[in-house]
């Protein structure tokens, strides 16, 4: 079974800055998706941004990019100048080739863009 | 775009009340899951469906049981609610075979309280 960490429960920045999100999984499978999740107050999850594992290219998505280090098992995203309306939980999840049996997240992570 | 309805935004029921929880999706998907999402504990699948009148259980299916009789629509069945089943419910769907490009679609949420 897959395991997704996310060892940061709260973080907190001022708008415009920059700000990393960690995570961190466990599988023993070699072809794999990774994804990133935001659900803002409104309570629907948003797919940020996604990544195949045999993809050593990072993904970018505007202002949102990732540091996919497989061999570390690490999927962090970064937020490059960080706005109001980023401010959401942000979830990290994993998902097998094939993905039948779907994701599987990790505990989120609240982010809270300051004015 | 795919669109996932869950029936009830907010519901809320007494203990030992047998609770229903709809979802209908509109994009012809084949895979439907539920998830139960709690602070501090993420989103954990409960039951998950990759055809008409099939069923899978998930990490927590303990208390829970679903019914697909249609292929849009995937219900959760509380069969006699207890109040450490008070959470939000998320319903979500996906494509088979093309879970990267079209990763899971999640609706609205049900809160659900159980007094």
């Known amino acids: ?38 659900q803002p107050p409104s309570r629907q999850m948003i797919l940020v ?31 490059s100048d960080s706005q109001l309306g980023d401010t959401a939980m942000y979830f990290c999840a994993f998902m097998n080739r094939g993905g039948a049996d779907g994701l599987t997240f990790g505990k989120g992570t609240h982010l809270i863009i300051q004015p | 775009d795919v669109k996932v309805t869950q029936s009830s935004r907010y519901l809320v029921k007494r203990t030992g009340e047998k609770v229903f929880l709809e979802c209908v999706q509109d994009m012809d998907h084949e895979n439907m899951f539920w998830y ?3 602070p501090g504990l993420g989103l954990r699948l409960i039951y998950f469906s990759y055809d008409v009148k099939m069923k899978e259980k998930g990490d927590i299916p303990e208390g829970y049981s679903v019914s697909r009789e249609k292929k849009e629509r995937f219900s959760l069945i509380l069969e006699s609610a ?26 609205n949420g049900t809160r659900l309280t159980v007094t």
């Open chain 1, 1 to 38: 079974a897959q395991t997704v960490t996310q060892s940061q429960p709260e973080m907190s920045v001022q708008e415009a800055e920059t700000v990393t999100l960690s995570c961190t999984y466990d599988t023993s499978e070699n072809n794999y998706y990774l994804f990133w999740y935001k």
């Open chain 1, 49 to 79: 941004i996604r990544q195949e594992a045999y993809k050593q290219q990072n993904a970018t998505e505007n202002r949102f990019s990732v540091n996919f280090q497989k061999a570390a098992k690490s999927f962090s995203l970064k937020i």
């Open chain 2, 36 to 38: 139960r999402q709690d």
């Open chain 2, 82 to 107: 207890s109040t450490n089943q008070t959470s939000m419910y998320l319903c979500a769907s996906t494509l088979t075979g093309d879970t990267y490009n079209s990763p899971l679609h999640f609706g």
